[in-house]
């Protein structure tokens, strides 16, 4: 073991971002800097509109900060054109959304495959890696099931399969119980948790619900664009 | 009502992309409708130009075998007949043969008494007249060759052989729209002088007369006196009136006439099917909004009008736009294709069938998704938000 | 660029089924228009085509534009069987009659043919199809197939009446679906006689070596004493079927690209419509590593499957017009022309063709904004 792994994955330097609505410009990111730990998992909580969402696009490469710069893995993403960071976060990144966005038109296992088909693996690898990715979110049996056919829990958990089979470093959750019941929400929480403890992902989390926060082993508190420690989380809860 | 109304309208402009496009696709097929149409009426043009006092004798095999001159002189003898005039299609050649345009050898000073909507400047008449070589051309035909009165218009003879050189003494115009003007017409004596010269044994015969008569009402009668005097004759032959000869042109092609008649609704059909495509999709989008429009209280039937009155309207402004550029294009089109549609019209009958053809697409796209619009369940419909 | 599965986007067009069924039969129907009318010329011209030998000539008065404006003088007919190069030949008269159709009882002109013995001999694709040939010197003729079908008192046994006699039905040939289908064949000096006619419309002639056609023509065409046009009889029947030809072809061809507008239309609005309702998708496939390129094709490649439904069921209806006989006034020989329509493969290239550009042209601009769509936007749109 010649090379030495860095344990930050993740480096956020003087993030700023800002959109425009409406003629106006609101700012929404200001100077932003932190770092993520390799292994971490990490819960992004705030009030609507705080920017936790547009945070976790920049981590994950789907956006671009209007300055500063993002670093995965001693990688600088905000300097990488499009099809480049395309093809980054095909290996790089994991992707769990609130409403799932499954392929309808794709079976299970078709749209656990999806990420895999951006590789240069033949068909049968393919397979053995989707087969494995569904029997460890325990729907190896739902392979064949469109999601019109599945609940919202087992639609959460084939895009939990869809974020790992690829073996990312980073895997980003954007309120991924939002539209689960109690139970399904605890299925797909520890199904994180054991993807972070048992191999090592490292998961940023947004959400809203506090239960969900507590799975997490970190959280990060996002208002009027600045960051803060989940000590002050209680206070602010309570207000 | 008028809540009605700002519904139907702001509806139709939600989705201006689409309603765009729809209103654009329905003007395209109706314009296309009208065109198609228009070409077909361009096809009996000429039995919608006969007159009826006019009757035309040909030989009874067919229009290729022609009659004896001293013909003329019987059938000017049958009772009820006012003039007769000779006239030979003389098929000739104008630089190249796709240059066509009809070329007639009439017996000149009977033939335009008999046709007075052919508008003459008096003048110019006579001087053709004087002129045993001189020719009458058509205004059409003269603006699309670029004849002036005082041109020589050479023609290659086909049925008539050698050159033939004319000289262009009076420009005709059409009383009417629809005369044609796409006709060049010179004097039957001088065909028929220059064929006894070149080929004596077709001289003297007339491929078909005209044959003015003063009451209108007795055609039947007198067509049939006419033909009884050659009967058992060499040249046996068949009179009939005007009109019903161009008609009997129009059969013959009846064929094409009918392609074009199918071909014409079939547009109609696929605008159908763009409509109703995009009423299906308007519809199930708003599934939710009719349904909590019934939950408010309003019946079924205001929410399938709502779709009826939003097809109906994009239907009427494609519909509408369609005609009106019907008359350009139509205008353009007789432009372009010269003397080959000598009358080209836009009837009155053509964009009724316009109108109606759009409104019927309007109908029948909406029966469909208003029906379902009506019909959906409240608590189905309120649950497809999101 | 690792392209998205094309499972996706022909699976895409089932889920709405009514909306395909919509946008694809609206291109079928343009297609089946487009088709139709290039199958309806390609009959016209197998019918002439086949109408003529390879070493037939057919020699006419100058600039006549067909046999029955042409008159070939019985001494110019006779310099013309002399010549080395012609192994047989046989005068002919052709005239227009009208007739009656069975089943609407308009008239309609029909081609006559008067001919000799071996005039029948350089016919080699007519068969007799019913009764026997007519018999030389009498006022006996014999019917095409298209004729005996579709005209009055035009079957065997039956008379004819034109030029003062009555001529009696013997045969009914069969010509292969050529020009001669339409015809009706008797003696040529009888017809003459009964005509009239002192000069042949036309000689036909066949030639020992085909290749001695250019010195032929050549001779003739240069010679004083004629004044005649000699023509391969191939090129002339083609020349015959020229007008209508380029009628049909001009008059189908803007109605199926005006039609086509139309179609592209109701593709493009389809299209629209799945791109709004799959933002979401379009989303998660961009943050999945799929590039802007492999959205536009993928969409591209639902409009083109569903160009490709449509051709499919276009062309199908289509090749169901072989079955459909037309019969109309040949505007050069002023006779009337029986004909189909005929679907050759290079009819079912072209009308995919046609629908491939259809799909494209209805796809492109829905695709591009697919593919245009920020990352962002897309999921917030979901």
Same mark, same amino acid.
């Not at chain 1, 989707?130 to 829990?153: F, N, Q, T």
């Given at each position: ?5 860095? *344990? ?159 073996? *990312? ?33 490292? $998961?940023?989390?947004? /959400? ?29 809860? $309570?207000? | ?85 000779? +006239? ?89 729209? &629809? ?40 055609? @039947? ?9 050659? &009967? ?8 009939? /009136? ?61 929410? @399938? ?10 239907? @009427? ?70 | ?31 089946? !228009? ?25 020699? /006419? ?110 045969? !009914? ?29 036309? !000689? ?107 051709? +499919? ?31 050759? *493969?290079?009819? !079912? ?34």
């Amino acid at each position: 073991m010649s090379r030495r792994v860095s *344990p930050v994955l993740i480096e956020v330097r003087n993030v700023f971002k800002s959109y425009r609505r409406g003629g106006q410009v609101v700012p929404v990111l200001h100077d932003l800097s932190f770092d993520v730990q390799r292994g971490d998992f990490l819960g992004l909580m705030g009030p609507s509109g705080s920017g936790k969402s547009t945070l976790l696009n920049l981590l994950a490469g789907i956006d671009k900060p209007d300055s500063g710069a993002i670093l995965v893995d001693g990688v600088d993403i905000t300097g990488l054109p499009e099809s480049d960071l395309a093809d980054w976060r095909a290996a790089a990144v994991g992707f769990v959304f609130q409403f799932y966005n499954l392929m309808p038109v794709l079976t299970a296992f078709e749209n656990v495959e999806l990420p895999l088909t951006l590789t240069s693996l033949s068909r049968r690898e393919r397979r053995e890696h989707v087969a494995a990715a569904l029997r460890l979110v325990g729907l190896a049996d739902r392979a064949e099931h469109y999601p019109s056919e599945l609940s919202g829990g087992q639609q959460q958990r084939v895009a939990i399969a869809r974020a790992l089979v690829t073996d *990312p470093k980073l895997i980003v959750a954007d309120e991924p119980t939002g539209d689960l019941d109690r139970q399904s929400a605890a299925e797909a929480l520890s199904l994180l948790e054991q993807l972070n403890d048992e191999f090592g992902k490292t $998961i940023v989390m947004v /959400t809203h619900d506090r239960r969900a926060a507590e799975h997490a082993h970190a959280i990060k508190y996002l208002d009027k664009g600045e960051l803060s420690e989940g000590a002050d989380l209680l206070e602010r809860s $309570i207000r | 009502m008028r809540q009605f109304l700002k519904l139907i309208v702001r509806n139709t402009l939600r989705h201006k992309l689409r309603t765009g496009l729809t209103v654009l696709g329905l003007l395209i097929a109706v314009l296309s409708f009208g065109l198609l149409q228009t070409v077909v009426g361009a096809w009996y043009a000429g039995a919608n130009a006969a007159a009826p006092d006019r009757l035309v004798t040909r030989n009874a095999i067919s229009l290729v075998f022609p009659m004896p001159l001293h013909y003329r002189e019987k059938v000017r003898a049958v009772p009820g007949v006012k003039r007769v005039a000779a +006239a030979n299609w003389f098929g000739g050649i104008y630089q190249d043969p796709k240059k066509f345009f009809p070329q007639f050898a009439v017996d000149a000073a009977q033939y335009f008494e008999m046709y007075p909507e052919y508008r003459f400047v008096e003048e110019d008449k006579r001087a053709f007249l004087r002129d045993r070589r001189g020719a009458v051309v058509g205004r059409k035909l003269a603006e699309t060759y670029g004849f002036k009165v005082g041109d020589t218009l050479p023609l290659r003879g086909t049925i008539f052989p050698g050159d033939w050189s004319f000289t262009v003494r009076a420009i005709y115009d059409g009383a009417e729209a &629809r005369t044609d003007t796409t006709q060049m017409f010179f004097h039957w004596d001088y065909l028929n002088e220059t064929m006894k010269r070149r080929v004596p044994r077709r001289a003297d015969l007339v491929g078909v007369f005209v044959v003015q008569i003063a009451e209108p009402a007795r055609s @039947a009668e007198i067509s049939q006196a006419v033909d009884a005097q050659f &009967r058992n004759s060499a040249a046996e032959t068949l009179t009939e /009136t005007e009109k019903a000869f161009q008609l009997g042109f129009v059969a013959m092609t009846e064929a094409i006439v009918v392609g074009i008649r199918i071909v014409s609704f079939v547009v109609v059909f696929i605008i159908l099917a763009v409509m109703a495509n995009t009423m299906a999709m308007t519809a199930r989008e708003r599934l939710s909004e009719y349904a909590t429009l019934k939950a408010l209280g309003f019946a079924p039937g205001y929410v @399938a009008a709502l779709v009826l009155g939003e097809s109906l309207a994009i239907a @009427a402004a494609g519909g509408l736009l369609g005609i009106a550029c019907t008359f350009p294009v139509a205008a353009w089109f007789g432009t372009q294709t010269g003397t080959l549609f000598p009358v080209l019209e836009v009837s009155a009958a053509t964009v009724a069938m316009q109108l109606g053809a759009a409104l019927a697409v309007g109908v029948a796209a909406a029966v469909l998704p208003g029906r379902r619009a009506a019909r959906v369940r409240i608590v189905e419909g309120l649950r497809a938000i999101g | 660029m690792k392209s998205i599965p094309l499972a996706y986007s022909v699976r895409n067009l089932w889920t709405r089924k009514l909306t395909t069924a919509l946008t694809a039969g609206g291109m079928a129907l343009v297609v089946f !228009v487009f088709a139709a009318v290039l199958m309806l010329d390609a009959g016209l011209r197998q019918a002439m085509v086949s109408t003529g030998q390879p070493d037939n000539v057919i020699v /006419t008065r100058r600039s006549a534009g067909s046999e029955v404006q042409s008159g070939v003088e019985r001494p110019q007919a006779a310099l013309v069987e002399s010549q080395p190069e012609v192994v047989a030949a046989s005068k002919e008269t052709v005239v227009l009659i009208a007739q009656p159709k069975r089943d609407s009882g308009t008239v309609s002109n029909v081609t006559v043919r008067g001919l000799a013995p071996q005039g029948i001999a350089l016919r080699p694709q007519v068969r007799l199809a019913a009764g026997r040939m007519f018999r030389p010197a009498s006022t006996e003729v014999v019917v095409g197939r298209s004729i005996t079908q579709r005209f009055a008192g035009t079957g065997v046994g039956e008379r004819l009446r034109f030029g003062a006699r009555d001529w009696l039905v013997v045969g !009914v040939f069969d010509a292969g679906g050529s020009a001669f289908d339409s015809e009706i064949w008797g003696d040529v000096d009888q017809m003459m006689q009964s005509f009239r006619r002192q000069a042949y419309s036309s !000689v036909i002639a066949r030639l020992a070596d085909p290749g001695a056609f250019d010195a032929l023509k050549r001779r003739l065409e240069s010679d004083p004493r004629l004044t005649v046009d000699v023509k391969r009889e191939r090129q002339f029947y083609e020349e015959q079927s020229a007008a209508l030809s380029g009628f049909i072809s001009i008059l189908g061809l803007t109605l199926s690209v005006i039609f086509s507008i139309g179609a592209m239309i109701g593709a493009m609005i389809t299209m629209y419509a799945a791109v709004a309702g799959r933002t979401g998708e379009i989303g998660a496939l961009r943050a999945l590593g799929f590039r802007r390129r492999a959205i536009l094709t993928a969409f591209l490649a639902e409009a083109l499957a569903l160009a490709a439904l449509g051709w +499919a069921l276009g062309l199908g209806a289509a090749s169901l017009m072989q079955l459909v006989h037309i019969s109309t006034m040949n505007w050069q020989s002023f006779g009337e022309l029986a004909f189909s329509f005929a679907l050759t *493969p290079k009819i !079912v290239l072209q009308s995919l063709a046609f629908a491939a550009v259809m799909g494209f042209a209805g796809g492109v601009l829905p695709a591009l904004r697919a593919a245009r769509l920020s990352i962002v936007d897309a999921l917030r749109a979901a």
